[in-house]
Every structure is written in C-alpha cells, then in structure tokens.
C-alpha cells in the first residue's frame, strides 16, 4: 500500500507563499506521474500541477507564472513551491501518484489566503 501524506498548508496573506510537500511511502522513480489538486468549498476537484516521470510539467492557466511543481526521486517528495497566492487560491490541496494501474491519493491539506 503506498502512502502520500501533505504538509506545508496555512493561512498566508494574498501575495505572500507557501510550499507543499508531499511524501511517498515508496520510491517514485517508477511512478508514472505525480501531481496536486485542489478542492475549494462546492467545487470541484481540478488539477493544479502535474510532473511526469521525465520531468515534463503541466499547469492549471489559474497558475502558470505563479506555482511550480517538482519532484526530488532522491527523497521520494514531490513539492509545490507556491507564490503570488490570491484568495481563490483558497481550497484543500491534494497529492496524486499515478502507477502503471493504480491512483493514489494524499489526505489533502488545507490552503487558506485572506485578503
């Protein structure tokens, strides 16, 4: 059973940061893909970030030029350096590994940014 377990939430002012990291409980140099969502309160869960394996990132347009996701395989952690924070940045962030036939998921950890 593999684990990811999410750290470095908070309450930041708008503008200020914050960076997530997430443990894997195994090696994630066979993980297919890791990356972080988000749910805010009625909405639904979309994708912030995502890296592949070699190292290709995506990002959610709400993001680009502001979030950044990277993934150190040494210390089987991916994090998600975040700057420039806005109140819609608002919502319970989760990490996701995608293996070969299976998706695991992070308990999530709340983000808050007041203005």
């Known amino acids: 059973q593999v684990q990811l377990v999410e750290s470095g939430g908070g309450l930041v002012q708008a503008g200020g940061s914050l960076r997530l990291s997430c443990v894997v409980s195994?090696?994630?140099?066979?993980?297919?893909?890791m990356g972080w969502y988000r749910q805010a309160p009625g909405k639904q869960r979309e994708l912030v970030a995502d890296i592949i394996s070699i190292g290709t990132t995506t990002y959610a347009d709400s993001v680009k030029g502001r979030f950044t996701i990277s993934r150190d395989n040494a210390k089987n952690t991916v994090y998600l350096q975040m700057n420039s924070l806005k109140p819609e940045d608002t919502a319970v962030y989760y990490c996701n590994a995608v293996g070969i036939s299976t998706t695991w998921w992070g308990q999530g950890t709340q983000v808050t940014v007041s203005s």
């Open positions: 195994r090696s994630i140099f066979s993980i297919k893909s």
